[in-house]
């Protein structure tokens, strides 16, 4: 089966910085994403991974490692804004079809 | 202006009509999707087409029905809308020729079956 698991909710401090993990088990692995998705409105891309490693994109870096099936999105200086949802998702194949983990929801509080 | 648009951003209907959801996009990509999301589920695959009448379904098409007929749309159908269809349903495009065959969301359509 396919699945992919990651925290429902996290708090954190503004100024401060937050890991989101994300595992998963699926068949077949072409690359690793995560979106950001504010209350009702549409996800966003944040990152892409398909190699093991550390991708950094300014205050966002995500991290994979394919054999263990793990991802993190690491947030530094959080800012209120970042109050969000925070989706992983797989593609299996390079067919370009998205699974995606439940999100987790990132409250930032002052 | 929006590069993926949906319409309409909101709807209202009755157990038992047909509706349609459609999308629209300026970005030239091949590929697109239709999502929906539900709380505590996260999105779902309803249907997908990597190109003008290829249509392939997705985890939960029982219920639903799709068309592309330019490469710019993609619409999506409720033959008859029941309660449980109740959700925010979102499309989505990518290229396969770029790098990561990213997928950009639209803003969703909240639909709401009485």
């Known amino acids: 089966g396919q699945n992919i698991d990651q925290p429902t909710e996290m708090t954190a401090t503004e100024g401060a910085i937050v890991q989101i993990n994300c595992t998963y088990q699926t068949s077949g692995f072409n690359g690793l994403f995560w979106y950001q998705q504010h209350a009702g409105e549409a996800p966003t891309f944040l990152s892409y991974n398909v190699l093991d490693g550390l991708e950094e994109k300014g205050r966002f870096s995500s991290f994979l490692s394919r054999s263990k099936g793990y991802s993190y999105l690491l947030l530094k200086e959080l800012q209120m804004k970042d109050s969000a949802s925070y989706l992983c998702a797989v593609r299996g194949s390079n067919t370009g079809k998205l699974i995606f983990g439940q999100g987790t929801t990132l409250q930032v509080k002052p | 202006d929006a590069d993926v648009t949906q319409t309409p951003r909101n709807r209202i209907t009755k157990t038992g009509k047909r509706i349609m959801l459609e999308c629209s996009q300026t970005k030239g990509h091949d590929r697109m999707y239709w999502y929906r999301q539900d709380p505590g589920l996260g999105l779902r695959l309803i249907y997908y087409?990597?190109?003008?009448?290829?249509?392939n379904k997705g985890e939960i098409s029982d219920g639903y029905s799709v068309s592309r007929q330019a490469q710019a749309k993609f619409s999506l159908s409720l033959e008859s809308a029941i309660p449980n269809q109740t959700a925010l349903y979102f499309c989505?495009?990518?290229?396969?020729?770029?790098?990561?065959?990213?997928?950009?969301f639209g803003a969703g359509t909240r639909l709401s079956v009485l």
């Open positions: 989505a495009t990518s290229d396969h020729r770029t790098g990561g065959n990213i997928q950009y």
């Open positions: 087409s990597f190109d003008v009448k290829d249509i």
